[in-house]
């Protein structure tokens, strides 16, 4: 089943990558743009860091370790399904009837329509903050924890995955929807580059028991740092990103089967 989907994705995601190739000073320009863009988010974190020495007890390469996990999760998983989004625009047109009687998955389909790797400009600033980060905080390297910073990552990237699906399958019934489904994907990356700590009791528990960003990098870099949790939550929360990301996939994946079931084509 894996494989099914992922060797189509690659090669529909690499013909993508050689027409865009065609126009190499287009490409490098667009990259820096993305880059440039997502850039001004890290100054205002810094911003803010020039004023106080620390936001709810985190100090500044504490938060570029939230900040950092939260942009390399996000940005991966814009890259890799961040064109699901555009689910309505394609059932208002009818492009996604024609995606639907291909022999490839029309989720595949969709996710590398218009793939570019212009988007890794975007992982620029958030690759920065995590690596200065690393660097300059005084954790404890064990291999375990090496190991799980790997999982971590991959964790945080398959939630935002699973979220930009989850999204998007709004649209299946509302396809005007796709505002409603970027306060979930882009407010949510938005609110997560922040330690939750600052937001205070309510909105750190609907980010964790709710919509589950804090398992993006919240509660990963609390088990890096191997420091309490400012707002006293179960201390088991910070192992718990992996088993997080298989149900909200698995979640997402059941999502997206009922929106294709009630989906009815363009024209009915």
């Known amino acids: 089943m894996v494989e099914r989907a992922l060797v189509p994705y690659a090669r529909l995601a690499w013909a993508w ?6 126009y190499p000073v287009s490409l490098v320009l667009l990259t820096l743009a993305q880059l440039g863009a997502t850039g001004v988010e890290l100054l205002a974190l810094l911003f803010v860091f020039g004023h106080v020495d620390a936001l709810a007890g985190f100090t500044l390469h504490e938060a570029l370790l939230v900040y950092g996990l939260t942009g390399t999760a996000f940005w991966l998983a814009d890259l890799l399904m961040g064109s699901v989004e555009r689910l309505g625009e394609h059932i208002r ?18 996710a590398t329509d218009e793939f570019s790797p212009r988007r890794l400009g975007k992982n620029v600033p958030s690759a920065v903050a995590l690596a200065t980060a690393l660097g300059a905080l005084d954790i ?15 964790s945080g990237t398959a939630i935002c995955c699973a979220l930009w699906v989850l999204g998007a399958c709004v649209q299946f019934f509302v396809t005007e929807a796709r ?58 929360l910070r192992y718990a990103s992996p088993v997080v990301a298989v149900l909200l996939c698995a979640l997402a994946a059941a999502a ?4 294709l079931r009630h989906y009815r084509s363009t024209g009915s």
């Open 179 to 236: 505002e409603l489904a970027n306060a979930l994907t882009y407010g949510g990356s938005a609110l997560s580059e922040y330690p939750l700590a600052i937001y205070g009791h309510g909105v750190a528990r609907a980010a964790t028991f709710l919509v589950p960003l804090a398992f993006i990098s919240y509660q990963p870099a609390l088990y890096l740092l191997d420091r309490p949790d400012p707002l006293g939550m179960w201390p088991h």
């Open 140 to 154: 404890d390297w064990t291999p375990g924890r090496a190991a799980m910073l790997v999982v971590l990552v991959v």
């Open 93 to 110: 047109t009818g492009s996604f009837d024609t995606m639907l009687v291909r022999p490839v998955s029309p989720l595949v389909q969709l």
């Open 256 to 259: 997206w089967r009922t929106g």
């Open 17 to 22: 990558c050689r027409a865009l190739a065609q």
